[in-house]
């Protein structure tokens, strides 16, 4: 069972940053798209970046300007760069890696996603 961690959240005051990193225990194959997700506190999981093999990365709102995904490689598979922090970016921030493949007529996807990072952004 792969497994994916993420590393780097933290304390921070508002105007920092921080670097959110995601391993994999093991090497994912077909990776089609890998991204960033977040929950804060009372609300629902929302979307924070993601960005498709081959493909332009696609920001929420709240994260464009401020926030730069990068896909990586081999079982590193993403980091989010978050500059400009806001208390309002508080949160615990997930990884998610999403595979695809074909085989024949069949396709074949799985949906990984880590255990989560506390990211806290307050003076």
């Known amino acids: 069972q792969v497994q994916l961690r993420e590393s780097g959240g933290g304390l921070v005051q508002p105007g920092g940053s921080l670097r959110l990193s995601c391993t994999a225990s093991?090497?994912?194959?077909?990776?089609?798209?890998v991204g960033w997700y977040r929950q804060a506190p009372g609300k629902e999981r929302e979307l924070v970046a993601t960005?498709?093999?081959?493909?332009?990365?696609n920001y929420a709102d709240s994260a464009k300007g401020r926030f730069t995904i990068s896909r990586g490689n081999g079982r590193n598979m993403t980091s989010l760069q978050m500059n400009n922090l806001k208390p309002e970016d508080t949160a615990v921030y997930y990884c998610n890696v999403f595979s695809s493949s074909n085989k024949g007529w069949t396709r074949y996807t799985k949906d990984y996603w880590g255990q989560g990072t506390q990211v806290i952004v307050s003076s």
């Open positions: 093991e090497t994912i194959y077909y990776v089609n798209r």
């Open positions: 960005v498709t093999d081959g493909g332009p990365a």
